[in-house]
C-alpha cells in the first residue's frame, strides 16, 4: 500500500472536508427561516459561554495582546454581531414590493473557505460562522498555524453548537493538517463559492489570485488627526484606550496622529499625562530598527506586545506607566515604520500648520499604506467633518471614538464586523463591514408592468417637459352658458352674494360674463376645487 505524504494527505483531506461541506450545505438550503436563526442563535449564545476560556487560549498560544480584551471581542462577535444580525431576512423571499411590482429572493453562494489571521484567531471564527450560517452557507476554516489550536478549540465549540441546533453535520468545520497546500486546494476548489480572507496581505493576494471570489480585509494604516476643536483630553484617552486595546492586534487601531500646531503644546502634555511616552531621535531609531524586517514586513516579534515590552526588546527604558510609544515624524515612506501599519502600541507623530496641511498629511500616509481602511477625526468642526468625509480615500470615518472600536462597530452604529472591507482603492472587492448580506446572492423577481408600444412612444411625449408658471386656465363660453345658479346651493348663494347677485330660486336671468366667470372662480375656491 502507497503512503502518501503529508503534503498530499493534507490535500485529500481538504477535497474531503469541502465534499462534506457541499453536501451538508445543500440541505441547510432547504431549512427556513426560523431553522437558520435558531441555529444561529444557539452558536452565538455557547460562543459567548465559552468566551473567557478561548480568549485566555489566544492570548497564551500567540503571545498577542491581553485575554481580558480577548474576552471583549468574543463577546463582540458573539452577542454583538448576533443582535445585529438576528432580525435579517436571508432565506427565500426576502423582500417583496407590489406597488413596483419586484421582489428580491435570497441565494446562499454556498460553500465559504474562511482564513482566520493570528491576531483575532477565537473572535474570527465566532463571527465568520454566524454571518456565515445566517446567509444559509457551509463554512470550512484554515487556521493560521500560530493559533491552530485556539482556533480549532473555537471551531469545535461553534461546531457542535450548530448541529445541535439542528445543522447537517459538515456545515462548519476545518481542516486539520494545516500545510499550504491544503489551504491552497480549499482556495483553489471548484465546489468552493467565495474565500472569507482576513489575515496578512501575502495570504490575501493568494486569495485573489487563486480565481474564486474573495472577499477581503486589509492592511490598516489609520491616522488620528486632532483638530483645534477637539475635545483634546477626551481626543487622548480614545486614542490610547484604542492603541492600547489588546496591544494594538485590531488593524482599524490608530496608527499615526496629526495634530494642528496651534494646540500641539496642549496636546502633548495631555498625552504625556496619559501615560504616552515620547522617544527621543535614538530611542526611536532604535524601535524603527524592531519594529520591520529587513524585507519591510512587520517583525512579528512585535506583534500585540505591550510598551514596556517593545522598549525592553529595542534597548531603552521608559517609566512603568507608559502605555504608548511616540515618535516625532517628518516623512512618510515604505522604509518609515512610523507612517505604516503597527500592529502594537507604537505611534507616529505629525505637526501641521492648519486641518488642510493634515488633510494633504492624511491622503499621504494612506496611499503608503492603508488605502481603503479607516480614518478617526476628534473635531466638533462641522465642515471640517464634511471636508474630510467628500475627499480621504478610506471606508471608515470615525468621529471622535476610539478607532479601533469604532471601525468594528462595538463604539459607533457602524455594522458589527470583523473583516472590514478596503473596496478597490484597497485591492478589495467590497468597502463593507462584511456581514451575512454579503454572503448572498440576491435572485431579482421584476413583473412586466409596460408595453413594447409604450417604450416604443416618441419621447417628446413620455418625455418631461421644462418647469414653467402655467397660465390661469379661461373658463370658455360653452361653460359659461351651461351654468345655471341655483339658490339651493350655499357655495353658489354665498359667491353670488358677494358679488351682489340677487338669485332667483330656480330661476335664469341675463348677466355680465366676466362676472359670471368670476362667480364660478369662486365657487371652485370655495369647493376646494
Not at 4 to 12: C, P, T, V, Y
Not at 59 to 80: I, M, P, Y
Not at 270 to 278: P, R, S, T, V
Not at 419 to 434: K, M
Request: aromatic share 4%.
Amino acid at each position: 500500500m502507497i503512503e502518501l505524504d503529508n503534503d498530499l494527505q493534507s490535500r485529500q483531506h481538504a477535497r474531503e472536508q469541502v465534499r462534506k461541506a457541499k453536501q451538508a450545505q445543500a440541505l441547510l438550503a432547504t431549512f427556513s427561516q426560523q431553522q437558520i436563526d435558531a441555529i444561529v442563535k444557539h452558536v452565538a449564545g455557547e460562543a459567548a459561554h465559552h468566551a473567557e476560556v478561548l480568549a485566555k487560549m489566544a492570548a497564551e498560544e500567540t503571545g498577542f495582546g491581553n485575554w481580558q480584551d480577548k474576552v471583549l471581542k468574543n463577546r463582540f462577535a458573539s452577542l454583538r454581531v448576533y443582535d445585529a444580525i438576528k432580525d435579517m431576512k436571508t432565506v427565500g423571499i426576502i423582500h417583496d414590493d407590489p406597488v413596483q411590482k419586484v421582489m428580491d429572493v435570497g441565494v446562499p453562494l454556498g460553500v465559504i473557505c474562511a482564513l482566520v489571521p493570528s491576531t483575532n484567531p477565537t473572535s474570527t471564527v465566532i463571527y465568520k460562522t454566524l454571518i456565515a450560517l445566517k446567509a444559509g452557507n457551509a463554512i470550512i476554516f484554515s487556521p493560521h498555524p500560530g493559533a491552530r489550536q485556539c482556533s480549532w478549540k473555537t471551531i469545535e465549540i461553534v461546531k457542535r453548537a450548530a448541529e445541535a441546533a439542528g445543522a447537517p453535520p459538515g456545515c462548519v468545520d476545518a481542516i486539520h493538517q494545516l500545510t499550504l497546500d491544503a489551504t491552497s486546494e480549499l482556495m483553489h476548489s471548484k465546489d468552493v463559492s467565495l474565500i472569507l480572507a482576513t489575515g496578512g496581505e501575502a495570504m490575501v493576494r493568494a486569495a485573489y489570485a487563486s480565481g474564486t471570489p474573495t472577499i477581503s480585509g486589509g492592511p490598516g494604516n489609520g491616522p488620528a488627526f486632532i483638530e483645534r476643536s477637539a475635545n483634546i483630553p477626551r481626543a487622548v484617552q480614545d486614542i490610547i484606550t484604542s492603541k492600547t486595546f489588546d496591544n494594538g492586534v485590531i488593524c482599524a487601531s490608530e496608527q499615526s496622529i496629526i495634530v494642528e500646531r496651534c494646540i500641539y503644546d496642549e496636546v502633548q502634555r495631555e498625552l504625556e499625562i496619559q501615560g504616552a511616552y515620547f522617544m527621543n531621535e535614538s530611542e526611536a531609531a532604535q524601535m524603527a530598527g524592531l519594529l520591520l524586517r529587513p524585507n519591510g514586513t512587520i517583525n512579528p516579534k512585535t506583534v500585540g506586545k505591550t510598551a514596556l515590552s517593545l522598549s525592553q526588546m529595542a534597548g531603552f527604558s521608559v517609566p512603568a506607566s507608559t502605555r504608548v510609544l511616540i515618535a516625532r515624524q517628518s516623512t512618510v515612506s515604505p522604509q518609515n515604520p512610523y507612517s505604516r501599519e503597527k500592529l502594537c502600541p507604537v505611534l507616529g507623530l505629525y505637526v501641521e500648520e492648519d486641518w488642510k496641511a493634515a488633510c494633504h498629511r492624511v491622503v499621504e500616509l494612506l496611499t503608503n499604506e492603508g488605502l481603503g481602511h479607516t480614518l478617526v477625526i476628534h473635531t466638533s468642526n462641522q465642515d471640517v467633518i464634511r471636508q474630510f468625509c467628500l475627499e480621504k480615500p478610506v471606508n471608515r470615518i470615525l468621529i471622535n471614538t476610539p478607532a479601533a472600536l469604532g471601525g468594528i462597530g462595538a463604539t459607533t452604529n457602524i455594522a458589527p464586523a470583523l473583516t472590514l472591507g478596503c473596496g478597490a482603492q484597497g485591492g478589495g472587492s467590497s468597502s463593507d463591514n462584511v456581514g451575512p448580506m454579503n454572503l448572498l446572492n440576491i435572485r431579482k423577481v421584476g413583473y412586466g408592468v409596460r408595453t413594447i408600444d409604450e417604450l416604443r412612444t416618441p419621447a417628446s411625449q413620455s418625455a418631461p417637459q421644462p418647469d414653467s408658471v402655467a397660465p390661469e386656465p379661461h373658463l370658455n363660453r360653452s361653460i359659461l352658458e351651461d351654468v345655471r345658479f341655483n339658490a339651493a346651493a350655499p357655495a353658489v348663494e354665498s359667491a353670488c352674494a358677494d358679488d351682489r347677485f340677487a338669485l332667483a330660486t330656480g330661476g335664469e336671468r341675463d348677466i355680465n360674463e366676466q362676472n359670471v366667470e368670476r362667480v364660478i372662480r369662486q365657487v371652485l375656491e370655495r369647493l376646494g376645487k
